[in-house]
């Protein structure tokens, strides 16, 4: 059973940076495309970065691209998000999701093991 958890959320003021970590395990995590989805309320989820096996690529969605950056530990299973120059904007759910395929689609039905997320909140 693939279990994925979430960490790192927080409240923090515009501007500010923040580190949010991704812990997968149960299945072979080395071949593994992992994906960073957000949600607000009332918005659907949407695609913020993705990282394929090895780190060979990476994909970012257009309003965080610049700011936002996804990196992965294949010996600790973990994958990160760190986050800059946060925007009030940025608030909402974090949700990772380990992809079907190999490539970090931004499409989330193509994505089929996801944690429970990690709340975000930007100050303005």
């Known amino acids: 059973q693939v279990k994925l958890v979430e960490s790192g959320g927080g409240l923090v003021q515009a501007g500010a940076s923040l580190r949010l970590s991704c812990a997968v395990s149960?299945?072979?995590?080395?071949?593994?495309?992992i994906g960073w989805f957000r949600q607000a309320p009332g918005l659907e989820r949407e695609f913020v970065a993705g990282?394929?096996?090895?780190?060979?690529?990476?994909a970012y969605g257009d309003s965080v691209k610049g700011r936002f950056t996804i990196s992965r530990d294949d010996v600790r299973n973990m994958v990160y998000l760190q986050m800059q120059s946060l925007k009030f904007e940025d608030t909402a759910v974090y949700y990772c999701a380990v992809a079907f395929g190999g490539l970090a689609s931004r499409d989330a039905k193509t994505y089929g093991d996801w944690g429970q997320g990690t709340q975000v909140t930007v100050s303005s």
């Open positions: 149960g299945r072979t995590f080395s071949t593994s495309t």
């Open positions: 990282i394929s096996r090895g780190g060979r690529s990476t």
